[in-house]
């Protein structure tokens, strides 16, 4: 392209901002757009415009990217009154990147469509570190035309991405990750607890475990959050419990059983309750620790 | 050493084998027993020399290794009448390398120790590939003095030769890495099972989740059995069942709750129902993908 297509990006958090000053970075020209509009200080000074509001920002950009928490929030920007899809240009990619069930994907997607706007769900792994490093994984859903379309905005915050089927596909793919990782996390929960009641050293334990069968991502980080006592987010109990529930929603309605996946939810609902829903999800192992008596800790 | 000590072997099974194979060849002058005669072919044309019994072994050598089933066969081969136990030279290293419970290698290290044999309880993890390579992981319990004399014996078969703790401790170490391997393997069937139900690309899927949160040593395992629908053992399901609940009994012994623990360790009995006992532990996915009439394969 000789002049650059225009981006917006709606959702300056932990995770959108560092996303959306990557696409700045990759030569867009970016209008934000922020609930608390003081998150788009940052980016104002980087030399992105601000919207007042989701459909202001949806008028003037070719792409619009948003990056929010929940399925609620991301129908209100995109279907509200001055939401995104009532002001979007004819021709433009609507590109929702939170992690949300695939049903509000689908809809959003028909109300788009209605109006001749192209829709993708394009959810993201890789947490803060990798949102900085633009080197997210990207599951994407939608028409493959439309992904060719978007391919240079994605590129400009991942390094991963995947298109994996029709709209929807992104969220269920990230919804099956979350799942997984979060029963990984609480299974090396019960183990660390288990070895430290034994009295063995956790971070030998770990060590060895990480050259043995049970090694994982979630094992992995084990030492940055539970070893050193640090539960500071990162990615918060809140948010996976959210994904959880989603995720065995998902199942449910499938009629796939997901046993473990109950139970994890259960766990994780066990930490809210006593008070760790804004903690790192390592704080998972809390609970089991209070119970029995032994702090999972080391060099 | 001018002269290299002499080194038993207890157990040519799927590990034993390999195991002992390692022995011979870094060296040691190796004496093998195995129950059924006919596996100790190989080795004795390899140069071992083949006992009648587990005593007439123990009674030749200076170090006695073996790699049995579960804890009744470890307690009979070193406490029967003609075991290992009764017959060892004072001054020997007993090294168990079999999956059983703490107890059991506990109430074996007291009964050697009244006859002035020391002991050390040794599993491995990393399969048969790496008992072949001589690169297993081995979580070793015991005093520190017996686990150096131990030392060249245990780098001739591992990589990774760790001292967790005192007798019963590399036990305690294996049991958590088989439970947790356990529980992410069964969460790796929920998920992908989720997938194939949205008709996602499993190969696909399996790649985008080994680049996010969800990566495993077993999802990284799955291209190589469940997608290319090969059960063959391997580690099976039964022998998984057998650890997996050998860790729940040490969590119960030890107050610990292990919900995940738990759970998997019923899906690993419902995949034994339906016969997949014999089958690799990846076939745990089976009775989920026939109750939801999908199957999750792929290149």
Known sequence: ?????????????????????????????????????????????????????????????????????????????YLGDDGVVANARPGAVLVEMSTIDPGTHRQIAEAAAARGVDYLDAPVSGGVTGAEAGTLAIMTGGAPAVFEQARPVLDAMGENVVLMGPVGSGAVAKLINNMMAAITNAGVAE??????????DAAQLQQVLMASAASSFMLRM????????????????????????????????????????????????????????????????????????????GE
Chains 1, 2 share one sequence.
């Open 1 to 77: 392209m000789s002049e650059r297509a225009a981006v917006g990006f709606i959702g300056l958090g932990l995770m959108g901002g560092p996303m959306a000053k990557n696409i700045l970075k990759s030569g867009f020209p970016l209008t934000v757009y922020n609930r608390t509009r003081a998150r788009t200080a940052a980016l104002a000074e980087a030399g992105a415009e601000v919207a007042e509001t989701p459909g202001a920002l949806a008028a003037e950009v070719d792409f619009v990217c948003s990056c929010i928490t929940g399925p609620a929030d991301v129908a209100e920007v």
């Open 191 to 200: 183990g660390m607890v288990i070895g430290a009641k034994c009295g063995l």
């Open 222 to 297: 084990l030492p940055d959050f539970t070893l050193r006592r640090n539960f500071d987010p990162g990615f918060t109990i809140d948010n996976q419990t959210k994904d959880v529930n989603l995720a065995n929603d998902l199942a449910r309605e499938l009629g796939v059983p997901t046993m473990l996946g109950a139970v994890a939810a259960q766990l994780l609902r066990s930490a809210q309750a006593e008070g760790l829903g804004d903690r790192h999800i390592a704080a998972v192992i809390q609970p089991l620790e209070r119970l029995t008596g032994v702090e999972v800790r």
